[in-house]
């Protein structure tokens, strides 16, 4: 290393403590991460092979489950959706040019559309109709977080990204800047009533989760709730049976979730961001 | 002073009364978002921001432009600016406050807008967009009101307000930089994701600024006794000239990038916004393609018009080619700019947006008010000046 070089990363060193560097990318650098994080698949967008403090649950999602058993990923939604008290107010039907209002924590989307950048020249036909589980990443390095600016999104210590429903100014600077269009916001009030008192956009609403305002920002938790009393979450225990999604903590490198991604291939959404999504495919 | 708004010719009303008006039917329009959500605008999901920031975006370029008067003339001593500076001032003025207006009508919960300031998160850059713009707004303000009210007085204005207006002239390039952070740190939106994005909205407003003072000064110079003096108007048309023949260069180094590099995700919103964009089902989208050929038509023809030393020789020329510069650039970043960055969509699908007829009414509202704001406090000044 010569001089120069040295002094640099000395100084930007010095930055990243006083908190005005972009302190990820030049601790790694001085850790001696450097060949790590320039790997040519994008900063080492399979995730951060250092642990940070906490937990980071994650999920492998095994597309061929979802090959074989076409309404698997409609049940996961649902029971995404049935928990959550995440309301359908009729306009996100599939081939409607009108998506306005739509809100989803997490659906089944077509393989060009979830992997956009990657090639389709010729792809298998089955995965090509295969639908594929999409939702927020849970990124360890969100783009999401860092725009909020009120904090109303915010990482918290098991690696969840989460919403303060109480503080979000409806501003969508998360929005534009989460790259995997995994946000919804409440353009309407989902708690509308019809006339005999019940909402008429939350079928079957769960009194243990609240329903949201209008006006604020939305998206998959990743059962944080759920979490919390020891359950897996609505859409891995929907998948049970067939195991097709397998979570657990990434940093922990005898979970269920790490077992797998050890033994399998697996993609990430556009991992040349640098956003580290926290959700696997294995394809 | 502002006693001095409160008196006018039958023309100074009637154009008052007109804006309020548009300022009613507007605050009608915006109680009707209020209480059913920002769902009455055309936004969604996929374009999740729309006509109110787009329009922000563009208003901070015309704050920033009052700059190219204060920098000549407190910097460089340029005393023919010396009548008109307070014009530029007062133009930040209004503009910085149609930005904040714009914000507030486009959050989804503005109630809890001081959320911002109760829980700072330097990480955002909102944050300091919040920042910046509220102390232009204060500089601009104080700036002004001081130094009108010396020369009212026909005193020399205090020392300390000098301090104020060098401060302002960073602060203005400060403005529209933050602004252009907003846009250009997000990773995975191609089109804004350029670092050239700053210096095209600096180019950008340092023409449609001091485009748009021009033609206030010719309206002021055919209604008013004030006329803000020939040199002075030739010289901000040079400045026009020169910032705009920079920002379509700058629109130029983006379309090599993108049509050169031949990468997907640069070419696909120039596509959009240029030639019509095609999905996977083949359907063709191009609901920004007329309106940004002729921005980029009319706005080239006047700059290279403005070269020419015939067509700049009435004050009528000058209105019609800066009128149409300024039109020009506020398509192109009134419009384009923000709404092209939203297609295609993350996940690649391509989603038009028509703002609705309330979100019209209340875009228009927000430009009455500042209309309003620049009038009163441009008749102040002129009376003031007059009276001398
Ligand atoms: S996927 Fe989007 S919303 Fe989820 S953490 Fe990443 S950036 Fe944030
Ligand atoms: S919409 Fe809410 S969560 Fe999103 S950036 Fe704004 S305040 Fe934060
Ligand atoms: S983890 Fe929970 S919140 Fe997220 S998609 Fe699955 S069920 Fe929904």
């Known amino acids: 290393m010569d001089n120069s070089r040295r002094k640099f990363l000395k100084i930007a060193g010095l930055s990243a403590i006083a908190g005005i560097g972009a302190p990820t990318a030049f601790n790694g650098l001085l850790k001696g991460e450097a060949f790590a994080s320039s790997a040519p698949s994008g900063g080492g967008g399979h995730g951060s092979e250092k642990a940070p403090t906490g937990k980071r649950y ?26 959550h008290n995440v309301p359908d107010f009729g306009n996100n039907k599939d081939g409607s040019k009108n998506r306005k209002d739509e809100i989803k924590w997490i659906w089944a989307e077509k393989f060009e559309h979830t992997f956009p950048d990657h090639s389709h020249y010729k792809k298998n036909e089955q995965l090509q109709e295969t639908p594929i589980l999409t939702l927020c990443n849970h990124c360890d390095n969100p783009p999401c977080v860092r725009a909020c600016p009120t904090q109303a999104t915010f990482k918290n210590s098991d690696g969840l990204v989460l919403m303060d429903f109480h503080r979000c100014i409806g501003c969508r600077f998360c929005m534009a800047a989460c790259p995997y269009g995994a946000r919804s916001f409440n353009w309407r009030s989902p708690r509308e009533l019809d006339a005999s008192g019940n909402y008429k956009y939350i079928k079957n609403p769960n009194p243990d989760f609240p329903t949201r305002m209008r006006g604020v920002v939305e998206k998959c938790n990743m059962c944080a709730e ?58 | 002073m502002i006693e001095k708004a409160l008196s006018g010719n039958g023309r100074y009303f009637a154009w008052l009364t007109f804006l309020l008006v548009i300022m009613g039917v507007g605050g009608l329009c915006y109680l009707q978002q209020f209480n059913y959500g920002l769902g009455v605008t055309g936004m969604s999901r996929d374009v999740s921001w729309g006509l109110y920031i787009s329009q922000f975006t563009f208003m901070v370029g015309v704050a920033a432009g009052g700059v190219m008067l204060v920098l000549p003339y407190y910097l460089h001593n340029y005393k023919v600016f010396g009548k008109i500076t307070i014009l530029g001032e007062f133009m930040a003025v209004a503009a910085v406050a ?65 301090w104020l207006i060098y401060l302002s002239i960073p602060w203005a390039i400060s403005i529209h930089t933050v602004t252009a952070f907003l846009y250009c740190g997000l990773p995975g939106r191609h089109y804004w994701l350029t670092a050239i994005l ?62 050169y590099s031949n990468i997907p995700g640069h070419m696909h919103t120039l596509d959009y916004l240029f030639f019509g964009l095609t999905d996977h089902a083949g359907e063709v989208y191009d609901n920004l393609v007329g309106p940004m050929r002729f921005s980029m038509v009319i706005g080239m023809a006047a700059t290279i018009a403005l070269l020419f030393p015939k067509m700049r020789d009435s004050y009528t020329k000058i209105g019609w080619l800066c009128g149409a510069i300024f039109l020009s650039l506020w398509i192109d970043k009134g419009l384009g700019l923000v709404l092209g960055g939203f297609v295609p969509t993350p996940l690649e699908y391509i989603v038009e947006y028509y ?26 000044a002129i009376s003031v000046k007059l009276t001398k």
Not at chain 1, 67 to 72: E, G, I, M, Q, R
Not at chain 2, 225 to 253: M, P, Q, R, S, W
Request: glycine share 6%; aromatic share 10%.
């Open chain 1, 58 to 83: 994650g999920f492998a999602i095994d597309i061929k489950k979802f090959a074989s058993d076409k309404d698997l990923a409609q049940r996961c939604v649902n029971a995404c959706h049935s928990t």
């Open chain 1, 226 to 283: 759920r979490l919390a009393e020891g359950k897996l979450p609505a859409c891995v225990e929907a998948a049970a049976s067939s195991e097709a999604i397998v979570f657990g903590d990434l940093n922990d490198s005898h979970s269920p979730v790490s077992q797998v991604l050890k033994e399998k291939f697996t993609i990430q959404r556009k991992p040349a961001l640098g956003t580290k999504p926290s959700i696997f495919y294995i394809i």
């Open chain 2, 98 to 162: 149609m930005c904040l207006m714009f914000i507030l009508a486009d959050l989804g919960q503005p109630m809890r807008a001081l959320n911002v300031l109760l829980h700072p998160t330097p990480n955002s850059i909102l944050f300091w967009d919040m920042i910046v713009l509220n102390g232009y707004l204060f500089l601009n303000i104080v700036g002004g009101w001081v130094i009108l009210n010396a020369e009212k007085k026909d005193v020399p204005p205090p020392k300390w307000v000098k």
């Open chain 2, 198 to 259: 700053a210096p095209r909205f600096l180019a950008s407003a340092f023409a449609a600024g001091p485009s748009l003072l021009v033609i206030c000064a010719l309206i002021l110079r055919k209604y008013t006794d004030f006329d803000a003096g020939k040199e002075a108007i030739n010289k901000l048309v040079t400045i026009i000239t020169y910032a705009a023949i920079l920002n379509f260069f700058f629109v130029g180094l983006e379309l090599f990038v993108g049509y």
């Open chain 2, 355 to 380: 703002p609705s007829k309330i979100e019209l009414g209340i875009t228009a509202a927000v430009w009455a008010t500042g209309a309003f704001i620049l009038t009163v406090l441009y008749k102040v």
